[in-house]
């Protein structure tokens, strides 16, 4: 259930990470948690099987004012086994006219551009910038289509009573049981994303509008060196793990040194009052399945940091002598 080729390769200098397997899954389910803490008003996901997370199915709706308005589009996620260090892959599984059915869909945040995927994003920016990108121009990207204004119409409508057969629940259940309310915002993504979906979408109203080009410059593309800058940002474990849920407006995802090339400062994401502390959940007592998944996990990732501790405690007091 690999999502992508070059498993543990992110970022453009072609550094290299392994998520251990109780901490990709444990990420996965914090993930999940914090999705059902904080339910989005675009789009609902769920793993397929706790207990093997790496398989995920979403309902996402169709942005508002655009051709896709009213339509609800089903899809799967495919996790790879040390996420979060390589991305996922994701694919439309319901008609749109705007992805083919079936196929992996390329985005910056899926297992095409593993050269462009932070660790510090998830399965929200994922979905996010799915949802930001689906209204913009095919412009000719793999596995994107280009259908007409009126057959997109027309899947949208038809799309709302799809059943998935692994949910085994039409597409309009699924969003009224867990999706927030609809709203006409798109979400806030990642600088490197946001600019990215931005230039897309100023190419679609040109397209629309030519008599636009004569009153308004063309869009300027991100600078090679800030392209270079917003993909070399090494991440820490810490950011790797705890992960980012959402990003305040006009901030980077990332923490990194201040950058002559952007002269601006990262922002990060403070905890939500509803989060609690790596002690806080070892001492809380699990209510659902889930939970004991995590929890259980939780316990196995400190009882293997203690053990590394006590070892290099143990050769550093008694260093083995070489003869």
Not at 159 to 174: A, D, M, Q, Y
Not at 178 to 188: D, E, N, R
């Amino acid at each position: 259930m690999q999502g992508v080729n070059n498993s543990g390769r992110t970022g453009t200098n072609g550094t290299i990470g392994h998520a251990p397997p109780a901490q990709s899954i444990a990420r996965i389910l914090r993930e999940y948690r914090e999705i059902q803490r904080t339910p989005s008003p675009h789009w609902c996901a769920n793993p397929l099987q706790v207990e093997e997370p790496y398989e995920w199915h979403f309902t996402l709706r169709g942005p508002q004012d655009s051709q896709f308005e009213g339509g609800l589009y089903h899809g799967r996620i495919v996790l790879p086994k040390n996420y979060p260090f390589a991305p996922p892959s994701l694919m439309l599984l319901t008609q749109n006219g705007r992805f083919e059915v079936g196929k992996k869909v390329c985005l910056s945040a899926s297992s095409y551009h593993p050269e462009l995927w932070q660790p510090a994003w998830g399965i929200r920016t994922l979905l996010d910038a799915l949802c930001a990108f689906f209204p913009t121009e095919a412009g000719g990207a793999l596995h994107s289509l280009d259908r007409p204004e009126k057959v997109r119409r027309q899947l949208a409508l038809q799309s709302v009573g799809w059943i998935c057969p692994t949910c085994r629940k039409s597409n309009k259940e699924l969003v009224e049981e867990a999706c927030a309310a609809p709203t006409s915002a798109l979400p806030v993504l990642p600088e490197p994303l946001r600019q990215q979906a931005q230039i897309r979408q100023d190419s679609r109203k040109q397209a629309a509008d030519p008599s636009s080009n004569d009153t308004r410059a063309d869009p300027e593309p991100p600078s090679s060196s800030e392209t270079a800058w917003s993909s070399s940002v090494q991440q820490e474990p810490e950011a790797a793990f705890g992960f980012f849920s959402r990003v305040p407006d006009g901030g980077s995802l990332h923490a990194a040194p201040s950058a002559p090339v952007l002269d601006r400062r990262a922002h990060r994401r403070r905890p939500q009052a509803g989060h609690r502390t790596l002690l806080g959940q070892l001492l809380h007592v699990p209510a659902t399945r889930g939970e004991f998944v995590v929890a259980a996990a939780d316990v196995v990732l400190v009882l293997l940091l203690l053990a590394a501790v006590f070892l290099l405690a143990d050769i550093l007091i008694n260093p083995p002598v070489i003869t």
